[in-house]
């Protein structure tokens, strides 16, 4: 049940930071590429070629923007799994030195409370990073 609640603490602060980066900066940027997209495909004098390069062109900086947060959320997740894992390395190390389950079960508790504690710490700043180099990449 601990568990359970760790990770949907976890999910809902990851939700809160996609929602605020798709509002504040991936909208903005997807209506840049309509727009853009849409003026590429005004003049009748470019070529079929030329409009596709446009469109390309236009499409970039979104496709970049959702890549940098893919990344960075999957940076994130194997960092948190790498926390995890020492706890449940740890706890499987103290079972075979002999303590007691209830006692393992509770530092292994322990453990993962503090990796999601000190992961959730995390996001703001990367957040603000993500923020930075989003909005660098709209312009």
């Known amino acids: ?6 990770q949907l603490r976890v999910q809902e602060a ?9 509002r504040e900066n991936i909208r903005k940027m997807q209506g840049l590429m309509f727009r853009c997209s849409a003026a590429g495909c005004e ?3 470019a070529s079929m070629q030329q409009v596709h390069q446009c469109i ?3 499409h ?4 970049q923007a959702q890549a ?8 994130f997740q194997d960092r948190l799994a790498r926390c995890t894992m020492y706890c449940n390395d740890k706890a499987k ?9 209830l006692q393992v079960k509770r530092q292994l508790e322990t453990c993962v409370t503090k990796c999601v504690d000190d992961h959730t710490n995390l996001i703001p700043t990367m ?3 993500m923020k930075e180099s989003l909005s660098s990449m709209g312009k």
């Open 68 to 75: 940098l947060v893919t990344s960075q959320l999957e940076k």
């Open 14 to 22: 990851v939700d809160s930071m996609v929602k605020s980066l798709e």
């Open 127 to 129: 957040t603000r990073k």
């Open 93 to 101: 190390d103290s079972i075979d030195a002999g303590n007691k389950e």
């Open 1 to 6: 049940m601990a568990e359970l609640q760790q």
């Open 56 to 58: 390309e062109r236009c």
């Open 43 to 45: 003049g009748s004098l």
């Open 60 to 63: 970039a900086p979104p496709a």
